[in-house]
T-cell receptor, first 112, second 114 residues
């Protein structure tokens, strides 16, 4: 089983719709969780951290479910500019060293 | 402007010809790392550095070398490139050597080894 798994998509969603995707992780000792956004042929950039109690940043909501070992990202009122690949990132403990593991990404296209 | 820079951005080379990809950050960050990104495999860490003169292997270090002689620079060296090193490479840095800090990525270097 992969350490971090995401549905690769693509998700094609009409503008204004709400879209959500999940990411599962295999190591229950994982401590920190993030969503990064990567535009086509560009570098990843931090979208938001994911906190235990869930957190919102404008139209974006991130949630963590430790019992089922997944994190989710919800985008409300989607814009054309939301088209990108969304990377789930998990900070795994690794024999005393921390390790960041990236999912392969979920590709989202917002359709006018 | 706070940034991570990489050079070159694009490189086509031949098998066995040594090359260096430079990475520099102007944010006085302690932690720097190199990743490669391949379709279906995501970002995989090659090497990382917790601070000057401190480097360690990531998940896929074979065929690569790094050095950290100055805090701002973290070059990636391919002594004898092979076609399986064709990939998109990203350098990243963060303020502290703890992975809860935001990772700032360079613009990427697209390498093709023929």
């Amino acid at each position: 089983r992969k350490e971090v798994e995401q549905d690769p998509g693509p998700f094609n969603v009409p503008e204004g719709a709400t879209v959500a995707f999940n990411c599962t992780y295999s190591n229950s000792a994982s401590q920190s969780f993030f969503w990064y956004r990567q535009d086509c042929r560009k570098e990843p950039k931090l979208l938001m951290s994911v906190y235990s109690s869930g957190n919102e940043d404008g139209r974006f909501t991130a949630q963590l479910n430790r019992a089922s070992q997944y994190i989710s990202l919800l985008i409300r009122d989607s814009k054309l500019s939301d088209s990108a690949t969304y990377l789930c990132v998990v900070n795994l403990p690794n024999f005393g060293n921390e390790k960041l593991t990236f999912g392969t990404g979920t590709r989202l296209t917002i359709i006018p | 402007e706070a940034q991570v820079t990489q050079n070159p951005r694009y490189l086509i080379t031949v098998t066995g010809k040594k090359l260096t990809v430079t990475c520099s950050q102007n944010m006085n960050h302690e932690y720097m790392s190199w990743y490669r990104q391949d379709p279906g495999l995501g970002l995989r860490q090659i090497y990382y550095s917790m601070n000057v003169e401190v480097t360690d292997k990531g998940d896929v270090p074979e065929g690569y070398k790094v050095s950290r002689k100055e805090k701002r620079n973290f070059p990636l060296i391919l002594e004898s490139p092979s076609p399986n090193q064709t990939s998109l490479y990203f350098c990243a840095s963060s303020r502290r050597a703890t992975l809860t800090d935001t990772q700032y990525f360079g613009p990427g270097t697209r390498l093709t080894v023929l």
